[in-house]
């Protein structure tokens, strides 16, 4: 399901993402430079019971969090040559661990993404004052129910859609 978002309304999904998230949730964070991944992670994790600011794991590909409600691994794989790569940082230790994973920029090690899990894709959208709008696509691959439910949890609908839609181009 996609959805267009004001900044404000993506912290309080963000907030609401961070109350669904179980054990052994792997949420993928996927969209180009700038478009929000980092800054939905401070947030969910800030909503999670984290008391630090979250700090950029890009140069040792992860970093864990343990005074939240759940262990949090928060990647970001940016600067990883390949896929096969996040094995050496023990991956699947972390994936398996009771804890939550937040993955910035997973689509580099798609292939290795557990057969179920969140995969949320944050994009640009061209339009006069859209700076601070973004295009968000939810799906929970590999597990149909589930995506039903956590839809109907964070009240994601088209109603964003057509609130935005007078400011868009009219191929919206
Ligand atoms: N929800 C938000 N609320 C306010 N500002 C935001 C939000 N999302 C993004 N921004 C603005 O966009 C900038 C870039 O966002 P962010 O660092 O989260 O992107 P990113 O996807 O992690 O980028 P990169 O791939 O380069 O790490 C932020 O510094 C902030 O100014
Ligand atoms: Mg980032």
């Given at each position: 399901m996609k959805k267009r978002m004001s900044f404000e309304e993506i912290d309080e999904f963000a907030k609401k993402m961070a109350d669904y998230a179980t054990e052994n949730t792997v949420i993928a964070l996927i969209g180009d430079?700038?478009?929000g991944k980092t800054t939905f992670s401070k947030t969910f994790a800030k909503a999670f019971g984290i008391k630090e600011n979250l700090k950029s794991p890009?140069?040792?590909y992860v970093l864990e969090y343990t005074d939240g409600r759940l262990p949090l691994y928060h990647f970001d794989v940016?600067?990883?040559?390949?896929?096969?790569?996040?094995?050496?940082?023990g991956y699947e230790d972390y994936i398996n661990n009771d804890g939550v994973a937040l993955i910035e920029w997973a689509n580099i090690i798609e292939t290795e993404l557990p057969k179920k899990y969140i995969r949320i894709e944050f994009s640009y959208i061209y339009c006069?004052?859209?700076?601070n709008i973004r295009e968000i696509e939810l799906e929970y691959i590999g597990d149909t129910k589930k995506e039903e439910e956590m839809l109907e949890y964070v009240g994601f609908s088209n109603w964003y859609i057509n609130k935005y839609r007078d400011t868009g181009p009219l191929w919206w």
């Open positions: 430079l700038g478009t890009t140069f040792n940016y600067r990883m040559g390949s896929a096969e790569e996040i094995y050496e940082i006069d004052e859209c700076e």
